[in-house]
């Protein structure tokens, strides 16, 4: 079986996902980006991406695929529904880094409550007396208000109750399903449409639902214009979830506090990016969900579901689920 590995990144989940995959006796050969794409994909049944937008065109170039698997849980970049139509399935990691990515939410948070930036970072900043205009503020007794209750959102509710905030969910029902109950993480929960209503009240907002045509431009000018102007937007998800211009107007303007983002709309930004100039806007460069324990359970995972196929099986986190029988 002809397994490839498209990661853009991380030579470190390479070499777990070849050291996951020689304990099961299987091999893979890693795409080599100074050749062209599409020759190295003709003889490809399994295929691990990361971040390479697999469209129309690259799956017709890979005749003899049989599984796209994602080395992460979102899988906006991939044609899931041209994937069915060839019956390929399509694999994503959906717990793997989600306490990771929770963690890394909490540190956005505390860094923007805390006023860590205005603060100063170097050692010399640090010792000198404190500058009088850096007040930071308490989590405690603050409204956090969590879109979307997956896995990852339920880990971040739990770890924000632990610093005495109150909690409010927008997520898509049923609210309890799969044997949790999501109602039991949040102080309130509610649907979409009841997003507005929930903004007016939030300290902080944090986005944690996947792309897509329901979710592109969630936030805008409307919503922004709801929030507080001491609120916060903390964003680890995918940015387009939030319009751009009207994320840089809000935050030029100070109608909201300030914003922390782990994803940017084009990775790596440019150095003239607007928001970059902003000295409310804070960017991570998409590191959430990669820490030593995330990267050795994606590996591990994804090693599982090719072992699954190339014995006839389904795999364990397959996204497309109306090709399984």
């Given amino acids: 079986m002809k397994i490839k590995l498209l990661l853009t990144a991380s030579s470190a989940l390479k070499e777990i996902i070849l050291k ?25 049944e399994i295929l691990v991406n990361s971040s390479t937008k697999i469209d ?19 899988i906006d970049n991939i044609d899931v529904s041209y994937c069915t ?27 923007l409550a805390k006023n860590v930036k205005s603060s100063g970072t170097s050692n010399i900043s640090v010792m000198r007396r404190r500058f009088s205009n850096a007040l930071g503020s308490d989590l405690q007794g603050k409204t956090l208000t969590i879109i979307g209750l997956g896995a990852t959102g339920i880990e971040v ?24 109950d999501k109602t039991h993480y949040a102080d309130n929960i509610a649907s979409p449409e009841n997003l507005l209503q929930f903004l007016v009240d939030a300290d902080f907002v944090s986005i944690h639902t996947p792309l897509n045509d329901e979710t592109r431009n969630m936030i805008g000018e409307k919503e922004l214009n709801f929030m507080k102007k001491s609120a916060y937007l903390i964003n680890v998800a995918r940015a387009p979830i939030v319009n751009k211009e009207a994320l840089f107007d809000a935050l030029n ?12 709309w084009n990775e790596p930004p440019t150095e ?15 590191i959430a969900g990669w820490t030593n324990e995330a ?18 099986e389904v795999p364990l986190t397959v996204v497309n689920s109306e090709l399984i029988l």
């Fill in 20 to 44: 996951n995959l020689d304990e099961v006796n299987l091999t893979a050969d890693v795409i080599d980006y100074d050749q062209p794409l599409y020759p190295q994909l003709k003889d490809v």
């Fill in 56 to 74: 129309r065109s690259f799956i017709d170039a890979a005749p003899n695929l049989r599984m796209i698997h994602q080395s992460g849980i979102g």
């Fill in 85 to 111: 139509t060839k019956s390929i399935y399509v694999a994503n990691v959906p717990l793997a880094n989600a306490i990771s990515v929770a963690e890394h939410t909490l540190f956005l948070m505390l860094f």
């Fill in 157 to 180: 509710a739990k770890r924000a109750r632990s610093f005495g905030m109150k909690i409010v969910a927008i997520t898509q029902p049923p609210f309890s399903r799969k044997g949790v």
């Fill in 253 to 264: 303007t100070r109608s909201i506090a300030g914003a922390a983002f782990d994803v940017f």
């Fill in 272 to 286: 003239d990016e607007k928001l970059l100039q902003l000295d409310n806007f804070i960017l991570t460069s998409h």
């Fill in 295 to 312: 990267v050795e359970a994606t590996g591990r995972i994804i090693a599982i579901n090719i072992a699954r196929i190339s014995r006839g």
